[in-house]
Nanobody, 124 residues
Framework: QVQLVESGGGLVQAGGSLRLSCAAS????????MGWFRQAPGKEREFVAA????????YYADSVKGRFTISRDNAKNIVYLQMNSLKPEDTAVYYC?????????????????WGQGTQVTVSS
């Protein structure tokens, strides 16, 4: 089992920045794919970004490309999501996800472990 705990959410004005963290424990993550998803009220959970733990390769949703950066700290077992130039439409609960598989994916079905989520609210 892998446990994921997100932190770093909060309230920020449009144009501001936040950095989310996802602390992972329970397994060695060397072959894992890690992802960030988000869910706004009344909407389905959607893909934001993914990173391969072994290669560092990344993959982004078009809506966040150029504004968000996903990265990982191998020594600390933490995945980060740096969010810049935030917009009100970025408001959502952000979830960290993991899967013991190679490669990157934007599909929720390709992730086995999920955190509890952290709220991000961007005011206009």
């Amino acid at each position: 089992q892998v446990q994921l705990v997100e932190s770093g959410g909060g309230l920020v004005q449009a144009g501001g920045s936040l950095r989310l963290s996802c602390a992972a424990s329970g397994r060695t993550l060397s072959n894992y794919r890690m992802g960030w998803f988000r869910q706004a009220p009344g909407k389905e959970r959607e893909f934001v970004a993914a990173v391969s733990w072994s290669t560092g390769n990344t993959y982004y949703a078009d809506s966040v490309k150029g504004r968000f950066t996903i990265s990982r700290d191998n020594a600390k077992n933490i995945v980060y999501l740096q969010m810049n130039s935030l917009k009100p439409e970025d408001t959502a609960v952000y979830y960290c996800a993991a899967a013991d598989r190679f490669g990157l994916s934007r599909s929720r079905n390709d992730y086995d472990y999920w955190g509890q989520g952290t709220q991000v609210t961007v005011s206009s």
